[in-house]
């Protein structure tokens, strides 16, 4: 096997093995992008813990045949993509939002998003899956509303108790005088 066959077998089985492990997959064409404003978008995926790259169609369509469930992305495997692998559904839109809205651009452009099955295709997709909240977010919603109706008992149950213990306090006092 040549150096260049060896090198594609690699991405390709890098790529594959991405696509098996991460639940959220954006796919973006990027072009018209500078290399100073990709190296920004890219900087800032990784400052949001997101797996991003530019790839080869061919690679990626032959990594994704050997992914079970996910074929579904390979039409939108034309012209300039690159990936975004994530486990939040959220964190890659708002990066993507916010630099486009920051830099001004209307590229990079979503082409898709698949998220844990389902495909997000349409242009206001983005915009819609920047508002989702991150897992982190819903879990301290979910212990919030959980932690809610014992913090009122139990400030139910300390409110009496101290008027109660107010009341024999002036009880008290005044048998003293």
Known sequence: MSKNRAEKAEIIEQ??????????????????????????????????????????????????????????????????????????????????????????????????AWIEGDLYDDPEALDTLAELKSREELIGEIIGRLQAPAQNLVGGLQGPGQRLSGLLQSLAEEEEE
Not at 90 to 102: G, I, N, S, T, W
């Open 15 to 112: 790529i594959g093995e991405k696509l098996n492990e991460f639940p959220i997959i954006y796919l973006t064409n990027f072009e018209g992008l500078t290399v100073a404003q990709s190296n920004d978008l890219r900087g800032r995926f990784r400052e949001a813990g997101v797996d991003y790259q530019v790839t080869k169609n061919t690679l990626a369509r032959l990594a994704l045949d050997r992914v079970e469930g996910k074929d579904a992305l390979d039409e939108f495997f034309s012209g300039p993509t690159a990936i975004a692998f994530s486990e939040d559904p959220a964190k890659p839109a708002r990066v993507l939002q916010d630099f486009l809205e920051e830099e001004e651009l209307d590229r990079p452009e979503l082409k898709v």
